[in-house]
């Protein structure tokens, strides 16, 4: 496997990765995760930009390091072969859209944040295009990204399905689905 060749083919990945830790490293020395994350639509106000910075931030360093090695491996598959900007476009529009449509259900939220809406967006468009466009690679379990991704989406959501409170499994998959509907989009205009 050669992860250290193919880096240069994956700046958007590696983008999202460093800004994610680096939106760490500065709530971790100065706790600004209020400023950031996502809030209900009756909670919100003006500051719409919530809905961008909500998927920037991670509670602490083990659902940074999860949601970091997820999307290591969503881009290492994808992005060199969708390319750099249809990537990050996709990525960041889907995010965004998601954060809406999550804090628009759950108007009265007072914290919504983690970067698996990237994650789940680009899976969901990524495991769509498959089937709509033959050339693009296949997420085969048995190789380093296919476990991991295939893990990542069962994992991040399993234990949720238990809880009182399952908004994390809901605003997965309105992620997810907003992925696929971006592959769906992109073969009836030939993008």
Partial sequence: MN????????PCTLAIIAV???????????????????????RIGNEYYRLFTA??????????????SAMFWVGYLYEEHI???K??????????????IFLYIYRNAE?????????????GFSLTTQFLFHNLPKLTYGTWSGNWIMIYLVASNILKLFAP??????????????GMAAAFICRCFGI
């Fill in 3 to 10: 992860i250290l060749k193919k880096l240069p083919t994956m």
């Fill in 20 to 42: 994610w830790i680096a939106i760490w490293v500065i709530v971790t020395i100065k706790d600004v995760s209020p400023l950031l994350s996502g809030k209900g639509m009756a």
């Fill in 55 to 68: 998927g920037l931030t991670h509670t602490n360093v083990i659902h940074l390091l999860l949601n970091v």
């Fill in 83 to 85: 390319g750099s900007v």
């Fill in 87 to 100: 990537f990050l476009l996709i990525s960041i529009v889907c995010a965004v859209l998601a954060q809406f």
């Fill in 111 to 123: 914290g919504s944040i983690g970067g698996s809406v990237y994650i789940f967006a680009l899976c």
């Fill in 165 to 178: 409170d399952f908004s994390t499994v809901i605003i997965h998959g309105i992620a997810f689905i907003l």
